[in-house]
């Protein structure tokens, strides 16, 4: 599988995509979040100070410049590596922030979400995760709840694999089927919410919600078979901006 990922030209990924390369982690037990930091020193920054997902509350008003999104329908990929299921990027969309373009690598899933608005979680959230030309990752957060069926969601899901599976998708899907349509934003620096937990991420998180069916948040319950939500980190001296 890793030389597969290779040849995609996705190593830079390989953490994202499949958890195989390092030590064995999960959600719950002696492998939780609580020990992620212990399992192997590649992981020790998630005992880190700056780090994913928080509660995020108390704004500071920064009047932050709108992200510039050119994402591009495309039929790619779609993975199940038994943490969450993800649809690999085709190459081409890309956002702009802080003057420096993105290029989308992947999207996933978390149920229920990981970050918190004002303490309150949602039955689940999308990561869209980009990185820039020198591998700086920033990541499009999206808050799911529950009603109206998600268009990209059904296209995706109709060839949901099972762990340790990818299929290759048949349908063209936009990316921005899975944003909100006001694309307002808070944003805080933050890290991967799964090992390594590498530090130095750009989080923006959509303040206006997506929705996606019951149905559909079970579907992929049922492939992960549990909740794949890191809890909440400290903030520590980090401003959330708005
Ligand atoms: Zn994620």
Redesign the pocket.
């Known amino acids: 599988m890793k030389r597969a990922l290779i040849a995609a030209g996705m190593l830079l990924f390989s953490s994202f995509a499949f958890s195989s390369d390092g030590a064995a982690w999960d959600y719950t037990g002696d492998a939780g979040p609580d020990n992620w930091a212990k399992l192997s020193p590649e992981y020790s920054s998630c005992a880190g100070s700056n780090q994913s997902p928080i509660n995020l509350t108390g704004f500071i008003d920064a009047k932050l410049k709108p992200i510039v999104f050119n994402y591009k329908a495309s039929s790619s990929e779609i993975l199940n590596n038994g943490h ?1 299921v993800q649809v690999n990027a085709t190459p081409g969309s890309t956002i702009t922030v802080d003057d420096i373009e993105f290029e989308l690598k992947q999207f ?3 149920v229920p979400s ?1 970050n918190q608005i004002h303490g309150k979680s949602y039955p689940m ?1 999308g ?1 869209l ?1 980009h990185a820039d030309k020198n591998g700086n990752l920033a ?1 499009v957060a999206v808050m799911v709840t529950e009603g109206e069926a998600n268009k990209a969601l059904a296209k995706a899901w109709a060839q949901m694999p099972k762990k340790g599976e990818k299929v290759a998708l048949s349908s063209d899907i936009s990316p921005l089927e899975i944003l909100p349509a006001k694309r307002d934003y808070y944003r805080f620096n933050g890290s ?3 090992p390594p937990c590498s530090e130095g991420v750009r989080w923006l998180v959509m303040k206006q919600p997506i929705s996606a069916s019951k149905e559909q948040i079970d579907q992929f319950l049922h492939v992960i078979h549990h909740h794949n939500n890191r809890p909440v980190q400290a903030v520590n001296a980090r401003p959330v901006l708005e």
């Open positions: 969450t996933h899933f978390h990981e959230e990561h995760v990541v991967l919410t799964t």
